[in-house]
């Protein structure tokens, strides 16, 4: 009798459990959708693992961390807890923790990891107590390798496009510095001989070696950026490709074109696509972490070339401001906001920060420029995910941990706040500052992720 | 043809070891609940009880010293009870003047916390700097442990030093501002429904109207210690203007109930009508009296 029962209700059943979930959705659920759009080395793993914990640690301790974020008023936290997205890894907070107590920083991130954070406010209301007894606040967070996402641009192109301008990238500066060995080996390089795979495989370790030198150098704009990390999603050793002279790139029937071509096309529609449909879709917020340091550590033309990067990656996402109803029953996801960020903030002496964000803007103005005509709203945030710098008496110097773990002050001369302030035969040095001893109290003292959040959440 | 290396380049930053270990930085501070109550501290013996337990001892003792100097005439031959007399007395006297002097202290902060309201296009053109300490100076008024207080304080503890002067006008709204006049409306809505249910149940015009007095009153000191401001007894004066208001309208709202009760000649469920009517004028009375008073004190 009662198996007969329960397939007849069920149905019923898995009715009334859809219509609760999307009563919820509708209804008790504030859900925003992030895409961190930051290049690898930006502190996005940092900044996840520190976003964390400070909430965390502001809802169930109740310390007093984002004073600036009222959107998630603290005395409202009821609790806060982690679920993964389908489909994704949950993002390993627990390890990144343990290699922080171990004084290391987070291993950089080389997989796609999901998660959501969800915080649930009570409703203090005493009509709306009844109805909607709670809101939860649903953040939907992808960490993914920075390496990815400058691969991106490489889906609005053909192969010969793009391999004649990463040939001319890589004839200006500051690529040009460590390509040297790379182009003497195509100018070497016997395409006559048709493209055995060890030939392909010659060659593709040649643009290896040149890939991770440039990396290592600063160089943000590397594509395919997906090569320099081993990951399952696409096996380039068996289907890779590498820019190759105009010569012959020009010439559609040269069988090495022919072949690289077709790689081209296998790597857009088994790697790139679904990535940007499974990871970069459906976002309506965007945060696109940059950090100045690497460009300041290597040279002007680096921050040129940051520069150019971003604007590249912004004509990747769709921006646009849908309403509630394209949103949610169209289910139309559009970028309605973006946040510029500039990580590591803590590495600047405090009476610097100003030049920081005039840099920032600078740096993102060619990006800005691709959606001025678009209503969606942006802003620019400095932001230091921990504190590991500890300030000095004098106003352009700070202190912190060096690799040897000792107690040094650095002095700094002022930042320019701009690029073409910049000289081009000086640097700024990154400090290698450590993991400090009081890692916590630094993380939850961390600067500016209060009035990113409260933007984002507005 | 060899990689073109890139020259070397100036570095325009410095560095020099110290001789020092990092300083261990503190957790942020745990925010407390704010826990405050109208009359929160009345559990201790308040300085009028004792002028006037110390009055009453001193109309005692004398009473006390008459009756004895009547059987015992030489002073000399009773220095102690004349001196635990003298005692009592400097008691209350000394009670008596520090009353009037918190008395006068009340009638002057009224003054002084209106005029150093603080004015928001001012303060909207001021530097960070300047800003913070208007607004310290601003927080001094705040009687210790009153709400106000315990706001500014939370306030003070989430201040950063990368804040910039919009960002600390807007944690001063939110923690300060925000906070302070919603716990008022909390306090003048309790007082309000008090207002209103004693209106019901008061059996004729003159206790209503004393009821009203009384818990008018109640409401301008407890919105007052919302504020941070013990206007104190005397001090009352500026507000008793609106209090003067809120009663004429009350009398007048007399008049028309008396009028339709009248008319309905005097039945129960008249009755019934008449002390609802007054109970519902009653209470949106007081909540225009505490209205005017958050935006004097705002």
């Known amino acids: 009798m009662y198996p007969v029962f329960d397939k007849v209700t069920k149905p019923f059943k898995k009715l009334a459990s859809a219509g609760r979930e999307q009563f919820d959705q509708w209804f008790l659920q504030d859900t925003h959708r992030f895409t961190?759009?930051?290049?690898?080395?930006?502190?996005?793993?940092?900044?996840?693992?520190?976003?964390?914990?400070?909430?965390?640690?502001?809802?169930?301790?109740?310390?007093?961390?984002?004073?600036?974020?009222?959107?998630?008023?603290m005395e409202l936290v009821e609790h806060m807890r982690l679920e993964p997205i389908d489909g994704y890894t949950l993002f390993p907070l627990e390890e990144h923790l343990s290699e922080l107590d171990n004084r290391r920083w987070p291993q950089p991130t080389e997989q796609v990891y999901g998660f959501k954070l969800i915080v649930r406010l009570k409703q203090i209301a005493r009509v709306k107590q009844w109805l909607l007894p709670y809101t939860d606040v649903v953040f939907e967070f992808i960490d993914y390798p920075g390496e990815w996402v400058t691969d991106l641009p490489m889906l609005n192109k053909t192969y010969s496009q793009w391999s004649d301008s990463t040939w001319a990238q890589q004839a200006s500066e500051p690529q040009s510095h460590f390509a040297g060995?790379?182009?003497?080996?195509?100018?070497e390089f016997d395409f006559e001989s048709s493209p055995t795979s060890e030939k392909v495989q010659q060659l593709l370790d040649a643009y290896l070696r040149y890939l991770h030198e440039a990396k290592q150098q600063g160089i943000s704009m590397l594509q395919p950026g997906s090569f320099l990390l081993d990951s399952d999603g696409y096996d380039w050793r068996k289907a890779g490709f590498t820019p190759l002279p105009a010569k012959i790139t020009s010439d559609v029937s040269h069988p090495w074109n022919q072949l690289f071509s077709q790689h081209f096309l296998q790597f857009q529609s088994q790697w790139l696509n679904p990535l940007k449909q499974?990871?970069?879709?459906?976002?309506?917020?965007?945060?696109?972490?940059?950090?100045?340091?690497?460009?300041?550590?290597?040279?002007?033309?680096?921050?040129?070339?940051?520069?150019?990067?971003?604007?590249?990656?912004?004509?990747?996402?769709?921006?646009?401001?849908?309403?509630?109803?394209?949103?949610?029953?169209?289910?139309?996801?559009?970028?309605?906001?973006?946040?510029?960020v500039a990580t590591k903030m803590d590495l600047a002496p405090a009476a610097q920060h100003d030049n920081m964000l005039s840099l920032l803007k600078d740096i993102s103005a060619g990006a800005v420029a691709k959606f001025a005509d678009k209503p969606i709203k942006f802003e620019h945030f400095l932001v230091s995910a921990i504190q590991t710098t500890d300030a000095d008496s004098e106003a352009d110097s700070l202190r912190f941990l060096n690799a040897n773990r000792e107690y040094v002050e650095a002095s700094f001369e002022p930042i320019p706040d701009a690029i073409k302030a910049m000289p081009a035969d000086e640097h700024f040095p990154l400090l290698n500052a450590q993991v400090p001893d009081d890692y916590l109290p630094r993380i939850l003292n961390g600067r500016g992720l209060d009035r990113l959040l409260q933007f984002l959440l507005e | 043809?060899?990689?073109?290396?890139?020259?070397?380049?100036?570095?325009?930053?410095?560095?020099?070891?110290?001789?020092?270990?990092?300083?261990?930085?503190?957790?942020?501070?745990?925010?407390?609940?704010?826990?405050?109550?109208?009359?929160?501290?009345?559990?201790?013996?308040?300085?009028?009880?004792?002028?006037l337990m110390s009055g009453a001892l001193c109309v005692l003792g004398f009473a006390l010293f008459d009756a004895m100097q009547s059987i015992i005439v030489n002073f000399s031959a009773y220095p102690v009870a004349t001196s635990l007399l003298g005692a009592l007395l400097s008691v209350f006297t000394l009670t008596l003047s520090v009353l009037?002097?918190?008395?006068w202290q009340g009638f002057t902060n009224i003054s002084q916390y209106t005029q150093s309201r603080l004015q928001e296009d001012v303060l909207a053109e001021m530097d960070k700097a300047p800003l913070l300490?208007?607004?310290?100076?601003?927080?001094?008024?705040?009687?210790?442990?009153?709400?106000?207080?315990?706001?500014?304080?939370?306030?003070?503890?989430?201040?950063?030093?990368?804040?910039?002067?919009?960002?600390?006008?807007?944690?001063?709204?939110?923690?300060?501002?925000?906070?302070?006049?919603?716990?008022?409306?909390?306090?003048?809505?309790?007082e309000s429904v008090a207002a209103g249910s004693m209106t019901f149940i008061s059996p004729n015009h003159l206790i209503q109207t004393l009821v009203i007095v009384w818990i008018s009153l109640r409401t301008i000191r407890r919105v007052s210690l919302v504020f941070g401001l013990r206007p104190g007894r005397l001090g009352n004066w500026k507000l008793l203007k609106v209090l003067a208001q809120n009663l004429a309208a009350q009398s007048i709202f007399d008049l028309a109930t008396d009028e339709v009760t009248n008319q309905i000649s005097g039945s129960l469920s008249a009755k019934f009508m008449e002390n609802s009517a007054e109970a519902v004028a009653a209470g949106a009375l007081n909540v225009r009296l505490g209205k005017t008073l958050i935006r004097l004190l705002r």
Request: overall charge positive; proline content about 3%; aromatic content about 8%.
């Open chain 2, 133 to 190: 300490t208007a607004l310290r100076d601003h927080a001094r008024h705040f009687s210790k442990h009153s709400y106000a207080a315990q706001c500014f304080t939370r306030f003070e503890q989430s201040l950063q030093d990368d804040h910039s002067a919009a960002e600390v006008r807007k944690l001063y709204k939110h923690c300060v501002t925000d906070a302070v006049e919603k716990k008022a409306q909390e306090v003048l809505k309790k």
């Open chain 1, 36 to 73: 961190i759009t930051g290049l690898s080395r930006s502190g996005k793993s940092m900044l996840f693992t520190s976003l964390m914990t400070i909430l965390k640690h502001r809802s169930e301790g109740q310390y007093n961390c984002l004073p600036l974020l009222t959107r998630l008023p």
């Open chain 2, 1 to 51: 043809m060899s990689a073109e290396r890139p020259t070397p380049l100036r570095s325009k930053v410095s560095q020099r070891t110290l001789e020092q270990s990092q300083p261990k930085v503190d957790l942020p501070v745990r925010v407390e609940r704010l826990e405050w109550q109208a009359d929160g501290s009345a559990s201790r013996l308040s300085l009028g009880s004792i002028a």
């Open chain 1, 181 to 187: 060995g790379w182009q003497q080996f195509v100018r």
């Open chain 1, 278 to 340: 499974s990871t970069f879709k459906e976002a309506d917020k965007q945060i696109i972490l940059i950090d100045l340091f690497e460009g300041l550590n290597h040279s002007k033309q680096h921050l040129y070339q940051l520069k150019e990067t971003l604007s590249h990656l912004a004509e990747t996402f769709v921006y646009g401001n849908p309403n509630w109803f394209s949103r949610h029953v169209l289910n139309k996801s559009q970028i309605g906001k973006v946040a510029f």
């Open chain 2, 100 to 103: 009037t002097f918190r008395e």
